[in-house]
Nanobody, 127 residues
Framework: QVQLVESGGGLVQAGGSLRLSCAASGRTFTSYNIYNMGWFRQAPGKEREFVAAISGGGRNTPYADSVKGRFTISRDNAKKMVYLQMNTLKPEDTSVYYC?????????????????WGQGTQVTVSS
């Protein structure tokens, strides 16, 4: 009944760009604009890491320090979509990227706050 599906991952050279998308569907998202959304990433052997989040109306957009100035999160509530524009990519950005959704009242960088998760999309940045 609830689905989050990421797309847009792939191979890119260091310094390049990728745009990730997350499509939401299901009864849970009939009022999509009330959901706070987030992007996380996890590389092999590492813990899941917060990347960025966005409030339901798009006003609050916290970022991890490692991606500030390079990544931009946005959303289109009419399309039930969340995006992550990734510029000036670095090899250390290589990871599986996941989108997540929560009905929590505040935007959170904590994975535990999120209720729904996508399957992930691989991003590989070569030097």
């Amino acid at each position: 009944q609830v689905q989050l599906v990421e797309s847009g991952g792939g191979l890119v050279q260091a310094g390049g760009s990728l745009r990730l998308s997350c499509a939401a569907s299901g009864r849970t998202f009939t009022s999509y604009n009330i959901y706070n959304m987030g992007w996380f990433r996890q590389a092999p052997g590492k813990e899941r890491e917060f990347v960025a989040a966005i409030s339901g109306g798009g006003r609050n957009t916290p970022y991890a320090d490692s991606v500030k100035g390079r990544f931009t999160i946005s959303r289109d509530n009419a399309k039930k979509m969340v995006y992550l524009q990734m510029n000036t990519l670095k090899p250390e950005d290589t990871s599986v990227y996941y989108c997540a959704a929560t009905r929590g009242t505040t935007v959170s960088a904590a994975a535990e706050a999120y209720d729904y998760w996508g399957q992930g999309t691989q991003v590989t940045v070569s030097s």
